[in-house]
């Protein structure tokens, strides 16, 4: 059974870095896609990455693409976020996914599996 608990969110100032990380306790994270998503208060949940399950394949919504990477450790059944340059704007609960699509998808629809989210809150 996958069980993901994401871990790393934390209060810093405008340009810093964080790096999420995500457990599977199941350690059967090998076999799935994982992404990671966001959401703002009184917004809606939105994509922000993704990878394959071999680590090969990334995918990026736009507004992070070149601040932020997503990597895998599979013998370590774990994910992460890697965000660098963090703006206000990024400031959300951020969760992780697993799905068993072969693709890194974006849509959150094909996503079985969901954490219990992490607090990033990004001042100026």
């Known amino acids: 059974q996958v069980q993901l608990v994401e871990s790393g969110g934390g209060l810093v100032q405008a340009g810093d870095s964080l790096r999420l990380s995500c457990v599977d306790s199941g350690r059967t994270l090998s076999s799935y896609t994982m992404g990671w998503f966001r959401q703002a208060p009184w917004r809606k949940r939105e994509f922000v990455a993704s990878i394959d399950r071999s680590g090969g394949h990334t995918h990026y919504v736009d507004s992070v693409r070149g601040r932020f990477t997503t990597s895998r ?3 370590k059944n774990t994910v992460y976020l890697q965000m660098n340059s963090l703006e206000p704007e990024d400031t959300a ?5 697993a799905s068993s699509s ?3 998808t974006p849509n959150d629809a094909i996503y079985d599996y969901w954490g219990q989210g992490t607090l990033v809150t990004v001042s100026s």
């Open 93 to 97: 609960i951020y969760y992780c996914a």
């Open 73 to 75: 450790d599979n013998a």
């Open 102 to 104: 072969v693709l890194p």
